[in-house]
């Protein structure tokens, strides 16, 4: 089999390690990039580095495909400002319709950056956990932006750039579904105890479906997401 390679936005949220265990049973090699854009809460990014241990341990077949684990700084996110994510505000509803929770820009920085990554890499598969189905109508997960992207990229690299977003149409419920079609119960363990969803990066509440404060747009749409997958 020649190789393939691919780059994975890795957050170490369920939605990207779902991403990654998807890229790690297609892709020969896979790499993996965080951004670190001033987040308020460190727990997702810290919990990417377990994460990436416990896969290595758990999955001797991934192990051997598993590369590099790139982080990358965007702090010019932070100094924009004005997102719940970087500043303490509330999260509600904002004066321009979208939750306090959306960085503007955020998704074409990141996919700018990964490109920019792969292109030094030699890996033009990006993997990114976009979903347009039950998020917030942030205007930067939607596929038609997503894909405008893409297309910029591959102009702007002269080199193809790929994004492939396996949860681009499907729900929560049908996320934890795909974890456990691509690791069975030991990938939907390693999702529920170690990856982190809430937009307060909680991580001493404890629930069925992993760690949350369990009242953030984040944690009902997990927790929601859970149920349904396990069928309660
Ligand atoms: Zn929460």
Same mark, same amino acid.
């Not at 991403?19 to 001033?38: H, K, M």
């Not at 039950?134 to 997960?141: K, Q, R």
């Not at 997990?222 to 997958?229: C, D, L, N």
């Given at each position: ?67 590099? !684990? ?8 932070? @100094?924009? $400002? =004005?997102? *719940? #994510? ?5 999260? +509600? ?77 499907? !729900? ?8 456990? @079609?691509? $690791? =069975?119960? *030991? #990938? ?5 105890? +170690? ?38």
């Amino acid at each position: 089999m020649s190789e393939t390679k691919a780059l994975v936005l890795f957050s170490g949220g369920q939605d990207s390690t779902t991403c990654l265990a998807w890229a790690l049973s297609r892709f020969s090699v896979v790499e993996t990039v965080g951004f670190n854009y001033g987040q308020r809460h460190r727990t997702e990014l810290e919990a990417r580095g377990r994460i990436l241990t416990i896969l290595r341990r758990w999955f001797p077949a991934w192990d051997a495909r598993l590369g590099d !684990d790139h982080m990358l700084d965007l702090d010019v996110l932070r @100094q924009i $400002g =004005g997102s *719940a #994510l970087t500043e303490s505000m509330a999260i +509600e509803m904002g004066k321009d319709g979208l939750p306090t929770t959306f960085v503007p820009g955020r998704n074409v920085l990141f996919l700018s950056a990964a490109a920019a990554l792969g292109y030094r890499r030699g890996i033009a598969d990006l993997v990114g956990g976009m979903c347009e189905t039950d998020y917030s109508g942030y205007p930067d997960c939607r596929e038609k932006t997503v894909a405008a992207v893409a297309e910029a990229l591959t102009l702007a690299l002269a080199r193809r750039v790929t994004v492939h977003t396996p949860l681009m149409a499907v !729900d929560k419920a049908q996320t934890w579904r795909l974890a456990d @079609q691509l $690791g =069975g119960k *030991a #990938l939907v363990d390693l999702i529920r105890e +170690e990856t982190v969803t809430c937009y307060q990066g909680d991580r001493e509440h404890r629930h069925d479906w992993g760690y949350g404060c369990g009242v953030c747009p984040a944690c009902d749409l997990r927790a929601k997401g859970y149920r349904k997958y396990v069928g309660a």
